[in-house]
């Protein structure tokens, strides 16, 4: 078999080995969802009927989908790294015949895999029996597509963040930063409708706008068919951009890398 | 008892020097902590100016407000990370590492969970000697709300902790128990450290909320820094003494059983 498709397999097992991960990877969104709805219902009393362009039941569908898509993260990629280095087990990768990062990507889009057919079907029940929206068919296959290339993106720019551990001990305050971004700049916390025009403009030189903001804009049809193909080829592009560096860190980093033991 | 509590004031002391010398072995964690910390706050701040640019006039709140009462939460929240985050105990447990807690002098609980993360170190020091003056200096309060303030915040900063604290003793009847029970409320209170409280309305209807502790810090400690009437403040002490004995009696009781049926082997 191909090494890479074990991976991937391996990845797919390890997401469904522990109970623990999948009653958190359902629960924990489902909690922030609550919490998101008590904060707007708040809002919206107060504010009235239109905040950002969103009635208050798109404003329950977009926190829906931006923070079930916010569970997709995969942050725990650079703990993975780190881990991998400061443990010496990297060897075991330089040792084998693969690409340590194709077998990362491989490994983690597997662990995903399950996860995204969870969250798409989550949020397709919460939206439509829950706050009761009716989607466009044509935007939940986009959304569908969307996901995946969402996965890769966070997938690239993790193991980006993670191969600093070649310099430095500990990475996980800047996995903490980027999460952050991704929370505030890629509109899981606050719709980007609601930041002033400038600011937006800048957001879509970066990738963080066509993260949650977008898919959820995707999801409720506030974007066209082809305004979303285009996010897709910016997020797909910023993704191999992110890939690329990763590759140049590995070469850079193994050649200053020392391993101890036996 | 007297010595009990110089001993730990010793412990801690001593984890403190720890957690500073390994900052210092390594610069570049020290200096890649300080940079994240730094764009941290300044997201966080954007997002702040966002939401009071747009919402402050339901809160009462300008940017000065918003700076302390992010402050405020980002001293509660790490210090919890400082002292919680260094240590995996469903770890420890599995791999019976937990005997080096065990045979040490003390308590073992205290032993445990007295730790420092050098990092969230930074972190703590950043918000307390800039971003807290910055933020006094802007919106300076009285001595009354200061006091109040500064015991809520203690109160509430406790709360939080113990939180994790029980969650964690959970592990021992289950593996990765904590890790069901505390992340929860960790992933949530991210909300609640960009969103204050107050602006989810009545706190009567929302005191559910207060599993989160970081929760208390908008409808709390920010009405009695600013002197401002606060909403129901007898239920809200209410709520945090009551988790707190809740927790801080489980804790004891988990512990105790779970102490005599734990078996490390290595």
Known sequence: ?262 | MNNKVTHYAKYFKRKCILAYKRLIEYRANFLAALLSQTSYTAIVLIFGWILVGNFGEYLNWGFAQYLIFYALQDIISTSRGAIISAVDFSQMLKTGEFNQILTRPGNPLLNLHLNVDEISLVFLGFTIFILLPVGLYLYPPTLLGATYAFFCCFLVMFLDIMVHIFANSFNFHAKDASNILSKPVKETSYIFRSYPGSIAGDVQKKIFLAIIPIYFVGTLIMPLYQGAPVQKLGLQLAVITSLLFIFISGTIVNWKIGLKKYEGYG
């Open chain 1, 1 to 262: 078999m191909n090494p890479y498709k074990r991976f991937f397999l391996l990845g797919f097992k390890k997401s469904i080995e522990y109970k623990a991960n999948i009653i958190n990877h359902i629960s924990i969104p489902l909690i922030i969802i609550v919490a998101f709805y008590v904060i707007w219902e708040g809002i919206y009393q107060k504010a009235g009927p239109i905040i950002g362009g969103l009635t208050f039941e798109q404003m329950t569908v977009y926190f829906v989908v931006t923070t079930l898509m916010h569970g997709l993260n995969s942050e725990y990629i650079t703990k993975q790294i780190d881990t991998l280095m400061s443990s010496g087990n990297i060897v075991n990768y330089m040792t084998r015949p693969i690409n340590f990062l194709g077998a990362l990507f491989f490994r983690n889009f597997g662990q995903n895999s399950v996860n995204i057919l969870v969250k798409f079907i989550l949020v397709l029940l919460i939206s439509t029996i829950f706050v009761q929206f009716s989607p466009n068919k044509m935007h939940i296959l986009l959304f569908l597509i969307y996901l995946p290339v969402f996965v890769l993106f966070n997938i690239a720019l993790y193991s980006t963040i993670g191969l600093l551990s070649f310099w430095i001990t500990k990475t996980w305050g800047i996995s903490d930063l980027f999460e952050m971004i991704q929370w505030v700049l890629g509109g899981a916390l606050l719709p980007l409708t609601l930041f002033p025009e400038a600011f937006q403009g800048i957001l879509k030189l970066t990738p963080f706008y066509y993260l949650q903001f977008t898919a959820a804009q995707i999801y409720l049809s506030q974007i066209t068919t082809a305004q979303a193909l285009v996010s897709m080829a910016i997020l797909i592009g910023w993704s191999l951009f992110l890939l690329v560096i990763a590759a140049f860190m590995i070469k850079k980093g193994m050649k200053k890398l020392e391993i101890f033991g036996g």
